[in-house]
């Protein structure tokens, strides 16, 4: 996504998983307050395009600093490890940002628990593979960041067996390995975990020990995985703005 004016011109790239790639599709009619679809009336989809925290991101930051174009790289991945986040950053290192946030953990973490060895990533792995990431993004960018991962809020019909409460509890070592290894990178560390446990308790009940799906204001969506497209996001997007913001972008 690039907008359109004369000013600074800021590049922002992101790289993470199904979280920051976020598709969505899209259709002129479903926001055409003059030609809206009837109920039941099918549309044609125009596209599909990255949407989520990042498009969150970029319009308030466009709105915040009107003078500057900004121009955003999303390089999300869905069901990326950190495997495949490494290599993404190392693949597209032809370009200078003005800030690279990075998001990864959570499928290195829940692979385990699906029992699908052979993609899941041990803590071990993981950390080296985060220190080489932000090493290479930082011969690149002027500013780093990196974006902890939430928690997960409930197991799926699909995957009724999974230990949401166990998972947790590794996610938060895994957080913390990132945490250590930003630290040791000069780069910034957005905990989006301790306002996801905060915001879902006050909005539902939810806890990390009884982590079951509310009936009504859910950070996620009905997966209990990726966060919901209006509270969920909203919230990691304005933890995000937040932090550029400060640093002006």
């Known amino acids: 996504m690039e907008t359109e004016g004369v000013g600074e011109q800021v590049t922002l790239g992101f790289w993470g998983t199904s979280l920051t790639e976020h598709p969505a ?3 002129s009619r479903l926001v055409d307050q003059a030609n809206l679809p009837r109920v039941g009336e099918s549309v044609m989809v125009e ?3 990255c949407r989520g925290y990042v498009h969150r991101v970029s319009i308030a930051l466009q709105i915040r600093f009107p003078h500057k174009v900004f121009r955003i790289m999303n390089h999300g991945s869905g069901g990326a490890t950190s495997r495949d986040v490494l290599a993404s950053a190392q693949r597209t290192g032809d370009r ?8 990864v953990a959570t499928n ?3 692979r385990q628990f699906q029992r699908r060895v052979d993609e899941a990533v041990a803590i071990e792995e993981f950390t080296a593979n985060y220190r080489e990431m932000l090493r290479c993004l930082k011969r690149r960018a002027a500013r ?3 974006i902890g991962v939430p928690p997960i809020g409930w197991s799926s019909d699909a995957e009724a067996d999974l230990d ?3 998972a947790n509890r590794e996610l938060v070592r895994y957080n913390e390995s990132a945490a250590e290894c930003a630290a040791n990178a000069g780069a910034v560390f957005i905990d989006v975990w301790q306002e996801f446990v905060r915001a879902a308790g006050l909005l539902s009940g939810w806890s990390l020990e009884l982590p ?6 859910s950070l996620w969506h009905a997966d209990g995985l990726h966060p919901s497209p209006d509270l969920g996001v909203e919230l990691i997007a304005s933890l995000v703005v937040e932090e550029l913001a400060r640093g002006g972008a």
């Open 47 to 49: 596209g599909v395009e």
């Open 25 to 27: 599709g899209v259709s």
């Open 96 to 103: 200078v940002y003005g800030v690279a946030a990075c998001e």
């Open 144 to 146: 780093l960041v990196c």
């Open 212 to 217: 079951a799906r509310p009936s009504a204001r």
């Open 164 to 166: 949401v409460v166990a």
């Open 108 to 110: 290195d973490v829940l």
